[in-house]
């Protein structure tokens, strides 16, 4: 299988743990890069900051994006990689806890590729988790700029 990885922007140590719980559980990912705020996963994605040593051509295939993040929100996020042609591709889901309808919309709105509400139950949390991660990694085809 092709060298793919996926970038989990979380704050919440509880929800990072299940994630990358079921992520390896789930076996499909190969590197799973973490950041907690939204300014780190820009500085991540761009090659900046304390990531100014990243390759640009060993990008996310996915990212798991929280939509309440420190610094910046996810949405703000999400405008800035959709503004960006190095960016624009990458296939983005808002994996969040919020159930507003207006954070659904604008996140569609600004170019989100899919919405997720993180349940509240640790073990339907886990499982969701896992689903996203063989759709998004294993079943999901992305454009070839963004491998």
């Known amino acids: 299988m092709m060298h793919r990885k996926l970038l989990l922007v979380e704050d919440d140590a509880q929800d990072l743990r299940l994630t990358l719980r079921a ?14 705020d939204g300014a780190a996963a820009l500085d991540y994605l761009f090659c900046r900051g ?3 040593g990243r390759d640009p051509s ?4 996915v990212v798991l994006l929280d939509i ?3 610094k910046l929100s996810g949405l703000e996020v999400l ?3 959709r503004g960006d042609e190095r960016t624009r591709k990458i296939p983005v889901v808002m994996l969040t806890s919020s159930d507003e309808e207006q954070d659904i919309l604008l996140s569609y709105d600004l170019g989100a590729n899919s919405y997720v509400r993180k349940p509240l139950d640790p073990g339907e949390f886990t499982e969701a ?4 991660g ?3 990694m294993l079943l999901n085809e992305p454009p070839k700029s963004t491998e």
């Open 134 to 136: 063989m759709y998004w």
């Open 68 to 70: 309440r993040l420190p």
């Open 79 to 81: 405008e800035q990689m």
């Open 129 to 132: 988790v896992a689903q996203l």
């Open 23 to 36: 992520l390896k559980r789930i076996n499909v990912v190969n590197e799973v890069d973490v950041v907690n």
């Open 58 to 61: 060993d990008g996310p295939a």
């Open 50 to 52: 304390s990531h100014a």
